[in-house]
């Protein structure tokens, strides 16, 4: 089991953290009918390829583990992209970092460790 990183406006996650929601939905759930994600590997490789050279992002570092959503693998030409098919409980949400201050930590999670209790920053 990976982590899983959503990439996003920082005007996003802003508006979401101003409405106190409990989930995060942007509109390619109801446009597509899930989320886009990546693994570590893929998250500046996708932040070229979908967002302007000078945009405001941030990234999501999600437990798949606190998830309560399916989570299906798309073989792309890019390799495996995972999907997540319904709102990121905000308790999913374990990171909030900009692309410079991704972590650099092992992409894969312990399955003897229980899910991190860590709270996303604002």
Not at 16 to 27: G, H, T, V
Not at 30 to 48: N, P
Not at 58 to 66: C, G, S
Not at 69 to 88: F, Q, S
């Amino acid at each position: 089991m990976q982590w899983l990183f959503h990439i996003l406006p920082r005007a996003d996650w802003n508006a979401f953290r101003a409405a106190n929601a409990s989930a995060y939905a942007p509109p390619s759930l109801a446009t597509e009918g899930f989320l886009h994600t990546s693994y570590r590997d893929k998250v500046a490789e996708s932040a070229r390829l979908y967002f302007a050279p000078d945009a405001d992002l941030l990234i999501l570092r999600i437990d798949p583990r606190k998830l309560d959503v399916p989570v299906d693998i798309a073989k792309t030409r890019r390799g495996p992209m995972p999907h997540i098919r319904g709102p990121i409980p905000g308790a999913a949400v374990c990171a909030v970092v900009t692309l410079a201050d991704l972590p650099g930590e092992p992409d894969v999670l312990d399955p003897s460790e229980p899910p991190s209790s860590d709270s996303a920053p604002t």
